[in-house]
């Protein structure tokens, strides 16, 4: 089955010797039915002409940010909605390095900045372009950004030179955009629930008890579910993060109403528990504005632990149960124990002893920890990676 049949690929070459190859891959996917739209940088056009370009892709040819024709037809903005998946073929050390510091200043850079789009790169440079560390970095900042890289490959280079640097094969290429769509396809099947941000637990009508979540990383599991085909449920506390779009997006305060929800839109085929739920709750909450006196006391007492309860129910448990661990201390121990007391399948677990990480950061650092008794731990990375590395797991598991 043609599993690309009527896809859209907005394909942006970038000007590298490895644009010939990018003719092909315009050839190929014709071929398998895929709609290309095709964006040229000034440098690409030194290397393959609009006229090839169109001839290959029966389709107009952008290439200029301030063409009047092409932005009356089809503007920058809905040249990246009209794509199912931007791929960038070849991607040169200049355009890697554009992206990686956010620059728009011709059309390929503006589209892709404006894209709400999967968007994978094949790099092809120079072996010491591709050993710079310049370029290192700029990679790794748009891996932590979500971009999907594809080789490059190992090779004689059109410069004389031999090493990694050559554009991925065509076939390569192909390959990971089937796997790409073939994902979504299969994980459509699939139920997600994701818990994320912290609850807060009344006092008074105006005061609360609350933490330092701020639901980054669990708002980014619950976009890499979506973004992976899952239909997927976001139950999140209060927070002052943008809601989250294409999932069914449900907000609480407290831990009962997130225990509620959580409840309501089960059963699901996997959970991630990444909330920082209250462990305690007011008992002698007051209904009226407390006055100020010199001592207040005030009685907590616990409240229900929504994972605890989801993963020993008899027919509500999903497959696949996920945990969190926040930890200060004795992070190894007290994850093994929350995965055997809270009957979970993994527990995610990290240091939120380190600022850098944990609560609030941008990034997190992870070791899971799995039922069979094995774990592995991630290197520091943005907590957008972090959400893929984990859905990537899951759906190995699931399937
Ligand atoms: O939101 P961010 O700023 O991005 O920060 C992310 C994070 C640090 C909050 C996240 O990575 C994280 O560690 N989440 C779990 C926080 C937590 O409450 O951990 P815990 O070790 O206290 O709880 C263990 C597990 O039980 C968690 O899955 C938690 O959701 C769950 N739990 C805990 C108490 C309770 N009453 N009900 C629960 O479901």
Redesign the pocket.
Known sequence: MNNLFNKKILLIICGGISAYKSLELIRVLKKRNVQVKTILTKSAKEFVTPLSVTSLSQEKVYYDIFSVENESEMDHISLSRWADLIVVAPATANTISKLSSGMSNDLASTVILASNKDIYLAPAMNVRMWEHASTKENLFKLKNYGYKIIGPEIGDMACGEFGKGKMAEVNEIIKQIEIYFNNKTKNQKFKALV???PTLEYIDPVRFITN???????YEIAKSFRDNGFDTTLISGQTNLDPVTGVNFIKVNT?EEMFNETINNLPADVAV?????A?YKVKNYNSKKIKKKENLNLILEK?????AHVSKHNYLRPKLTI?????TNDLVENSLT?LEE?NCDWIVA?D?SDTSI???SDN?QVSIFYKNKTNETLDKMS?SLVATELVNRVITKLN
């Open positions: 818990t994320a941000g330092k979540s701020s639901g980054k990383q669990g831990a528990f990444s909330a920082a739920v462990d409240n229900i632990d929504i994972l945990g969190f661990a926040a930890e929350k809270k990290n939120v944990g609560f609030n997190n907590k």
